[in-house]
C-alpha cells in the first residue's frame, strides 16, 4: 500500500539565465513500511526533495501525498499542524531545543498538541535509544551521538506516517554513524516505520531497502537492494 505519492514536482529558483531546477519534474511513490535511501552528490537536490516531501519548502508545481492527503492544497496553519502530527524529520544538525531535556525533547510533538505523553511509550523508547540514564540531561550535555538518538526519537514518539532523515549522520564519526543506522532500521523493523533518509554516502545507503540515486535534480535509478530484503 503506498503511503507516499509524488507527482510531477518541481522546484524551480531564480528566473531568467538565472533559473536552476533543484528538483525536475520528479514522481515515485513508496510503500507503507519501506525503508528507502535517496542518495546523491552535494548539490543534487536531494534535499531539497526531501524538504518538499515534509512540508518544509513549498513547490513550485507538482504535489505530494501522504496517506491520501494533498498536503500542498492545505493552509500553512494546516500544514504546520500536519507536518507535526504525521512526518517526523530527523535533521544533521539534530535542531534539539536547548533548554528541554531528553524526555522532553522527544515529547515535544505530543506537547504542542497538547496530549498527555504515554509514559509506558517513553520508557520503551528511551530504552530502544540507549537513554534511560540520559533522560534528565540537556542537549549540550550529550555527545553527538546521543543527541542524534533523541532527534530519532523525537521522530518516532508521535506514531508519524512517514520519517524523513536528511543525512542523519553527516555530523559524526564512523561509530556513530553506525549505531544512528542501525536504530534507523530498527525502528523500520520493529515498529514497521517508512524511512526516507537522504545521505551522500553510499555505504550508508546501503542499509535500505530501496535506493533511489538523484542527480541534477531527477531520478536516474531507482533499485530494490535485495540484501536487505526482509
Known sequence: MSILEVKNLV???????????????????????????????????????LHLIGGVDEPTSGKVIIDDEDIY????????????????????????????????????????????????????LLKTLGLEDRADYLPNQL????????????????DPKIILADEPTGNLDHKASEEIVRLLREANQKYHQTIIMVTHDEKIAAQAGRVITFADGKIVSDRVNKAQER
Open 11 to 49: 522546484k524551480t529558483y531564480g528566473k531568467g539565465e538565472n533559473e536552476v531546477h533543484a528538483v525536475d519534474n520528479v514522481s515515485f511513490s513508496v510503500n507503507e513500511g519501506e525503508f528507502v535511501a535517496i542518495v546523491g552528490a552535494s548539490g543534487s537536490g536531494k534535499s531539497t526533495l
Open 143 to 158: 555527545s553527538g551521538g546521543q543527541q542524534q538518538r533523541v532527534s530519532i526519537g523525537r521522530a518516532l514518539f508521535n
Open 73 to 124: 492544497s492545505y493552509s500553512k496553519d494546516k500544514l504546520a499542524i500536519f507536518r507535526r502530527q504525521k512526518v517526523g524529520i530527523v535533521y544533521q544538525f539534530y535542531n534539539l531545543i536547548p533548554v528541554l531535556n531528553v524526555r522532553e525533547n522527544i515529547t515535544l510533538p505530543v506537547d504542542l498538541d497538547g496530549k498527555n505523553p504515554d509514559q509506558d511509550k517513553l520508557s520503551e
